[in-house]
């Protein structure tokens, strides 16, 4: 064999093992676990072992069946693990006690900006006993579509210190004080076509409340709103609410029965809120 080609058939080999040893993605489901996924055995235990075991095998996917599965406790998605349901009107999430839902982050010691690539395609009921069914944070990087939040106690959705990251189809309804909650100097998001409903507070927050750990700023910026319609927000609460924030982009939505409310929290600022083609429908507010 000539020296030139064994050198090239050398070099093809070392690519294509560099290429099968740098990463080796899992995809598996949750059943595979134990998780009996017939919406009343708590699944808790059986979901938190698939997602740890993707997390500790170099990521992957973690995909639930469509089915109702159970949720008594709370389940963590580590860092570069996506999540995945079979369909937003295939695979829901039952919460089963207050603490109960799914935390994407693994950030209990606030590691700085895990990443994660897409999740989503489920719903996750709260029964009215779930305070906070769906929270998201110390993220950069993300993309959470078709996810659909119902009945919590407290807030929906919670977003905190969350960075360059897509949110796509987002709906939430009936929710005991607001749909979604941004905090924390979340930046540079995005949010298209989501559905905020039947608040009893305030449809969306953006505020900062606490102290930032990795976001280093201030407080939420870079946010556009793009499309969607936030309504049925009870108790005289507002469609939007920013209670702290800047750059904020609001485009195309449709409000409902609220408008916008800006009630600045004390040592915080709200500077160039932008609204372009905005349908304020009935609002008394």
């Known amino acids: 064999m000539k020296p030139l080609m ?24 949750v059943t595979s676990f134990g998780a009996v996924a017939d919406g009343v055995t708590d699944d808790t235990a059986a979901v938190q072992a698939a997602l740890d075991f993707a997390g500790t095998n170099s990521g992957g996917v973690v995909r639930f069946p469509a ?39 693994d950030n209990l010691a606030h590691t700085p900006n895990p990443r994660r690539g897409r999740s989503g395609h489920f719903a996750v009921n709260g029964n009215s006993i779930a305070l906070n069914p769906v929270s998201m944070g110390y993220q950069t990087a993300c993309m959470f579509e078709h996810i659909k939040v119902s009945d919590a106690v ?39 076509d989501c559905i905020l409903s ?41 469609a939007i609410r920013i209670e702290a924030g800047t750059d904020l982009l609001f485009d195309g939505m449709r409000l409902s029965g609220a408008g916008m409310r800006i009630s600045r929290l004390a040592g915080q600022q709200v500077q160039r809120v932008s609204l372009r083609h905005l349908d304020i429908q009935a609002a008394t507010n």
Request: glycine share 14%; with cysteine; proline share 1%.
């Open 154 to 192: 407290d807030v929906g959705i919670s977003v905190a210190e969350v960075q360059n990251s897509s949110y796509v189809g987002l709906q939430v309804f009936n929710s005991g004080n607001a749909s979604l909650t941004i905090d924390k100097g979340s930046r540079t998001l995005g949010f298209y």
């Open 67 to 105: 089915a109702r599965i159970k949720l008594n406790g709370r389940v963590l998605v580590p860092d570069q693990v996506d999540l995945m349901g079979a369909g937003i009107t295939a695979t829901t999430i039952l919460c089963g006690s207050a603490g109960s839902g799914i935390a994407f982050s």
């Open 6 to 29: 064994k050198k090239s058939i050398l070099l093809t080999l070392a690519v294509i093992v560099t290429a099968v040893t740098v990463r080796a993605e899992v995809d598996v489901n």
């Open 198 to 238: 039947g608040a009893g507070s305030n449809g969306l927050v953006i505020t900062q409340i606490g102290t930032n750990v990795n976001s280093g700023g201030p407080r939420c910026s870079k946010i556009h709103f793009s499309g969607g319609v936030i309504e049925g927000v009870a108790n005289n609460g507002a």
